[in-house]
């Protein structure tokens, strides 16, 4: 099945499947080494590990869709991207979606706060007026060229508008033709179990580690009517934390031996970017071979 089609019919299963980040080509071949149905481009896990930037608005539309290209070259799993406010007005927003589905993009995740966009479990956001976000959703229904390119609408009005006004927000974009609904950074329990029961369309929820949305167990999301748990960036901050582990032996003992405890090992890291396969397409060429 196409990747598009693919990632449609595990959003209409609504099982709670868990989605992972990727901040770049290595770690989405982690993701599909792993098993994962489908992987997530994260733009805050971009700007940090890409750019030692925080996430606050700092990747372009080239830059983004540069990466795009390398992980769709890299994985063949359906890939979701996420394409902050769509760098602009509607217009822009059509741009970006035209943009992102030639690198390779599957779905496309539009956002509805006010440039400079902010991380949705930060404090201080704020969303542009409803008929503006509107707009925009429909203007990337409108530009992409596969029918089964998804459309993925977030809202970050709950931190500021309230939960209510989150829905009302998810409702307009579902009316407008968006595919997958993403109400971030839900606070209460109560809140994550009631917004299935007032949308009619898949749901995408963002669960960060140290974020505002409380943890709960991906069969129990899907139980309640989610598609998608994601987890944009545990690759991240798990990453961090071995490599300190690693960085911070090697400065203490002067040595750093292939210790599984700390490092991959070299023939694993090898085979994530198929070195075996470079090797046997170099002695293919090298012998005129077929």
């Known amino acids: 099945m196409p990747p598009k089609r693919a990632l449609r019919a595990l959003a209409e299963r609504r099982q709670g499947l868990i989605l992972p980040g990727a901040f770049n080509a290595l770690s989405a071949r982690v993701i599909e080494s792993l098993g ?58 059509r741009h970006a979606v035209r943009v992102l589905e030639r690198c390779g993009a599957d779905a496309i995740q539009i956002e509805d706060q ?10 201080g956001q704020e969303v542009i007026p409803l008929d503006e976000a509107v707009a925009k959703i429909r203007a990337a229904v409108d530009a992409r060229r596969d029918p089964d ?6 809202t970050d009005a709950a931190a500021s508008l309230g939960f209510e006004a989150a829905v009302e927000r998810a409702q ?39 974020g505002k949305t409380p943890l709960q167990r991906a069969d129990a999301l899907g139980a309640q009517g989610y598609s998608f748990v994601l987890y944009a960036n545990a690759a991240l901050q798990s990453a961090l934390l071995v490599m300190r582990r690693a960085l ?9 031996a292939e210790d599984p405890e700390r490092v991959a090992p070299f023939l694993e890291r090898q085979a994530l970017v198929g070195k075996p396969a470079w090797d046997a397409l170099a002695e293919r060429y090298a012998t005129g071979g077929a």
């Not at 940090?48 to 063949?76: I, Q, W």
């Not at 033709?177 to 929820?205: M, Q």
């Open 36 to 93: 994962y149905p489908a992987v997530y481009l994260t733009g805050a896990g971009l700007s940090n590990m890409a750019l030692g930037l925080p996430d606050l608005g700092f990747v372009g539309l080239s830059e983004l869709a540069e990466h795009t290209a390398r992980l769709r070259d890299a994985v063949e799993l359906p890939l979701m991207v996420d394409a902050d406010t769509g760098f602009g007005n509607a217009l822009n927003v």
């Open 114 to 123: 006010v440039a400079p966009k902010r991380c949705g479990h930060f404090s």
């Open 149 to 154: 390119l998804m459309v993925v609408a977030r």
């Open 172 to 210: 307009r974009f579902a009316e407008a033709g968006a595919d997958l609904l993403f109400v971030e950074a839900l606070t209460r329990s109560d809140d994550i179990a009631r917004l299935p029961t007032l949308v009619d369309k898949p749901l995408l929820i963002n669960l960060v580690l140290g």
């Open 248 to 256: 911070g032996a090697l400065q203490a003992e002067g040595l750093l």
